[in-house]
Nanobody
Framework: QVQLAETGGGLAQPGGSLRLSCAAS????????VGWFRQAPGNPGKEPEE???????????RYVDSVKGRFTISRDNAKNTVYLEMNSLKPEDSAPYYC??????????????WGQGTQVTVSS
């Protein structure tokens, strides 16, 4: 059974850090691009926005402007896990975060599987 499980969310102070993990089971994560997404507050009906992605092909990465320089995506194929290191957190980073498995080796296109999500709250 294919599953993605996110962990690592929680409460952080502004300027603080969190590391999210997306662990896969039932398949090899290294064959696919994996994205981290977050749901914009006040738009529960809208699809989560991709904020970062790492490809399977060469491990190339991309980020939305709002997290560039603060967040780092990485993957450990031996552990079948993708990480999102989040530094210099801001209150506007507060959201449910999801990892999503793209259909292809490169970022973009259809998301084939979603994790259940993990809540990140940045507040003093």
């Amino acid at each position: 059974q294919v599953q993605l499980a996110e962990t690592g969310g929680g409460l952080a102070q502004p300027g603080g850090s969190l590391r999210l993990s997306c662990a896969a089971s039932g398949f090899s994560l290294d064959r696919y691009a994996v994205g981290w997404f977050r749901q914009a507050p006040g738009n529960p009906g809208k699809e989560p926005e991709e904020i970062s992605c790492i490809s399977a092909s060469e491990g190339s990465t991309r980020y939305v402007d709002s997290v560039k320089g603060r967040f780092t995506i990485s993957r450990d194929n031996a552990k079948n896990t993708v990480y999102l290191e989040m530094n210099s957190l801001k209150p506007e980073d507060s959201a449910p975060y999801y990892c999503g498995l793209y259909v292809h080796r490169d970022c973009g296109g259809e998301v084939h599987y979603w994790g259940q999500g993990t809540q990140v709250t940045v507040s003093s």
